[in-house]
Nanobody, 124 residues
Framework: QVQLVESGGGLAQAGGSLRLSCAAS????????MGWFRHAPGKQRDLVAT????????YSVDPVKGRFTIARDNTKNTVYLQINSLRPEDTANYYC?????????????????WGQGTQVTVSS
């Protein structure tokens, strides 16, 4: 099973940017489609973006389109989430997750392995 470690979160001002990283180890990274999810207090864990095994196909949810970009570097066993134009409502704990399921599913239940999360806090 792959192990995942997120980094890059922190406190940022509205309008600013952050780049989250998720480093994988333990298995062949390119065998896994990856997703980023976020969990804000009092809310359910929501999908942010997904990326296919090769990185050729990506998907992001409407609230983050144009602001968030998911990418991966299979030579570095890392998936990234570039977050621009931060908003206070982006405040959440951000998790990366890996799946061996076909395609790049959007349901959290399809993901086998999760990182510990990295907190993003956006001040207005």
């Amino acid at each position: 099973q792959v192990q995942l470690v997120e980094s890059g979160g922190g406190l940022a001002q509205a309008g600013g940017s952050l780049r989250l990283s998720c480093a994988a180890s333990g298995r062949t990274f390119s065998n896994y489609a990856m997703g980023w999810f976020r969990h804000a207090p009092g809310k359910q864990r929501d999908l942010v973006a997904t990326i296919s095994r090769s990185g050729a196909s990506t998907y992001s949810v409407d609230p983050v389109k144009g602001r968030f970009t998911i990418a991966r570097d299979n030579t570095k066993n890392t998936v990234y989430l570039q977050i621009n134009s931060l908003r206070p409502e982006d405040t959440a704990n951000y998790y990366c997750a890996a799946t061996t399921a076909w395609g790049a599913p959007t349901s959290p239940r399809s993901y086998d392995t999760w990182g510990q999360g990295t907190q993003v806090t956006v001040s207005s």
